[in-house]
């Protein structure tokens, strides 16, 4: 078959670099990169560590509305599906990019893949849940991460083409787990392990309200603890424009994004980890790191339940409180699958193509 992948958001980079070599051993891929994240640090450093094949198309479509970004990608990726004629689009997740892959595939009657289906957060307010919903529903194989996926798709009546494949995430984290231990990381940030915490933001309901954001910079810089802080750009360009910087005081030292190696093994060492990201929530859950989710709601509700995940919302007071408090003590399950899901998505697409 010739399958044409859809990605252009740095998690997207991640999930793709181990499905995309499993695909290329028995299918033709043609990667489209749509652009969507194109600074150096989120987007070519995961290319070079992770060895994801060089995109065959880079349509460079860039920041935007919603509308602009999304209608964009929609016009260049249905002009390179009209060349190509692939037998299959795959997407990932729930970015824009996704969004754009899976309505242009659809419209031009090409079997649609979703690799993370099922996520709900029940939050329509969310970009990312709106993304999920509609690709979710012009698919026709969703495999599905976990079983809380599985059943959120069936009360939405979708039921043919769901698999539960376990989630590429955690075959990522295995894969390069050993490799992140030679990471020299910890020293150039002059931390020790489980000595410092760990803090992302970048959700547009934190970033665009900045009162939450100052909470959120506010309750880490007087935690006290020593906290790293790689700044996604859409939350460094706020607080560049808001000057919020000088709000960043004590121990809290906001760096420049970081390559996924390096992350990897930042989150491993954290004692705790902060964060309204969506992968980093079970990138958490796997390590065994205590999170405190920055959110009123996630759609990984699993890690919530399994009293490793706490939500915290932007209350300063309660964010401090699980900073200094939150100590989950009961044993992990092992929710995310056994770091197979990429063999399995590939098996799953092969038997569709007979
Ligand atoms: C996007 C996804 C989000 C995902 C996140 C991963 C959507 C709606 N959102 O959010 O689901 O969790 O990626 O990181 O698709 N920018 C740069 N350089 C870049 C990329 C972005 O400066 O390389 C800045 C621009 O000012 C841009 C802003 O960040 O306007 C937001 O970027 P965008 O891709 O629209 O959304 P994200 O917040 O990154
Ligand atoms: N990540 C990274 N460097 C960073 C921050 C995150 O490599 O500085 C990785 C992280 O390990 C996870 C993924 O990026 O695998 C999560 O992406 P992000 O938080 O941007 O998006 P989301 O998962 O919320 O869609």
Same mark, same amino acid.
Request: aromatic share 6%; hydrophobic share 40%.
């Given at each position: 078959?010739?399958?044409?992948?859809?990605?252009?958001?740095?998690?997207?980079?991640?999930?793709?670099?181990? =499905?995309?070599?499993?695909?290329?051993?028995?299918?033709?891929?043609?990667?489209?990169?749509?652009?969507?994240?194109?600074?150096?640090?989120?987007?070519?450093?995961?290319?070079?560590?992770?060895? *994801? +094949?060089?995109?065959?198309?880079? =349509?460079?479509?860039? &920041?935007?509305?919603?509308?602009?970004?999304?209608?964009?990608?929609?016009?260049?990726?249905?002009?390179?599906?009209?060349?190509?004629? +692939?037998?299959?689009?795959?997407?990932?997740?729930?970015?824009? &990019?996704?969004?754009?892959?899976? $309505?242009?595939?659809?419209? /031009?009657?090409?079997?649609?893949?979703?690799?993370?289906?099922?996520?709900?957060?029940?939050?329509?307010?969310?970009?990312?849940?709106?993304?999920?919903?509609?690709?979710?529903?012009? &698919?026709?194989?969703?495999? %599905?991460?976990?079983?809380?996926?599985?059943?959120?798709?069936?009360?939405?009546?979708?039921?043919?083409?769901?698999?539960?494949?376990?989630?590429?995430?955690?075959?990522?984290?295995?894969?390069? =787990?050993?490799?992140?231990?030679?990471?020299?990381?910890?020293?150039?940030?002059?931390?020790?392990?489980?000595?410092?915490?760990? %803090?992302?933001?970048?959700?547009?309901?934190?970033?665009?309200?900045?009162?939450?954001?100052?909470?959120?910079?506010?309750?880490?810089?007087?935690?006290?603890?020593?906290?790293?802080?790689?700044?996604?750009?859409?939350?460094?360009?706020?607080?560049?424009?808001?000057?919020?910087?000088? /709000?960043?005081?004590?121990?809290?030292? /906001?760096?420049?994004?970081?390559?996924?190696?390096?992350?990897?093994? $930042?989150?491993?060492?954290?004692?705790? *980890?902060?964060?309204?990201?969506?992968?980093?929530?079970?990138?958490?859950?796997?390590?065994?790191?205590?999170?405190?989710? /920055?959110?009123?709601?996630?759609?990984?509700?699993?890690?919530?339940?399994?009293?490793?995940?706490?939500?915290?919302?932007?209350?300063?007071?309660?964010?401090?409180?699980?900073?200094?408090?939150?100590? +989950?003590?009961?044993?992990?399950?092992?929710?995310?699958?056994?770091?197979? %899901?990429?063999?399995?998505?590939?098996?799953?697409?092969?038997?569709?193509?007979?």
């Amino acid at each position: 078959m010739k399958i044409v992948s859809v990605v252009g958001a740095r998690p997207q980079f991640i999930k793709c670099a181990l =499905l995309s070599r499993e695909i290329r051993k028995f299918h033709k891929e043609v990667l489209i990169h749509t652009g969507q994240h194109y600074d150096y640090d989120m987007s070519r450093l995961f290319f070079e560590e992770l060895s *994801i +094949p060089e995109p065959d198309y880079n =349509l460079g479509i860039g &920041s935007g509305s919603h509308g602009a970004q999304t209608g964009n990608m929609l016009v260049e990726i249905e002009r390179v599906l009209t060349k190509e004629k +692939p037998d299959m689009v795959l997407v990932y997740g729930d970015t824009n &990019s996704t969004l754009a892959g899976a $309505l242009a595939g659809a419209k /031009l009657h090409i079997p649609v893949a979703h690799v993370e289906s099922g996520l709900r957060s029940f939050d329509k307010s969310m970009p990312e849940e709106v993304n999920r919903i509609l690709t979710d529903h012009v &698919s026709d194989l969703l495999f %599905a991460p976990t079983k809380t996926a599985v059943d959120n798709l069936k009360k939405e009546g979708i039921k043919k083409g769901v698999h539960l494949t376990g989630d590429i995430m955690m075959d990522a984290l295995l894969a390069n =787990l050993k490799i992140a231990e030679k990471s020299n990381i910890l020293k150039n940030l002059e931390v020790e392990p489980k000595k410092y915490l760990l %803090a992302t933001v970048h959700r547009a309901s934190n970033t665009d309200d900045v009162v939450k954001l100052k909470n959120i910079i506010q309750a880490l810089s007087e935690s006290g603890d020593k906290i790293i802080f790689p700044v996604h750009p859409r939350t460094e360009k706020i607080i560049r424009n808001d000057k919020l910087k000088s /709000l960043a005081k004590g121990n809290l030292i /906001l760096t420049k994004p970081i390559g996924y190696i390096d992350f990897l093994w $930042l989150q491993n060492n954290a004692k705790k *980890i902060l964060t309204d990201s969506g992968g980093i929530q079970k990138e958490a859950y796997m390590l065994g790191v205590p999170c405190i989710t /920055l959110r009123d709601n996630t759609e990984w509700v699993e890690t919530v339940k399994s009293g490793w995940n706490v939500l915290s919302g932007t209350d300063k007071k309660k964010i401090l409180d699980n900073i200094r408090n939150f100590r +989950p003590h009961v044993k992990r399950e092992r929710l995310f699958g056994d770091g197979k %899901a990429s063999k399995r998505i590939v098996q799953i697409i092969n038997d569709f193509s007979v």
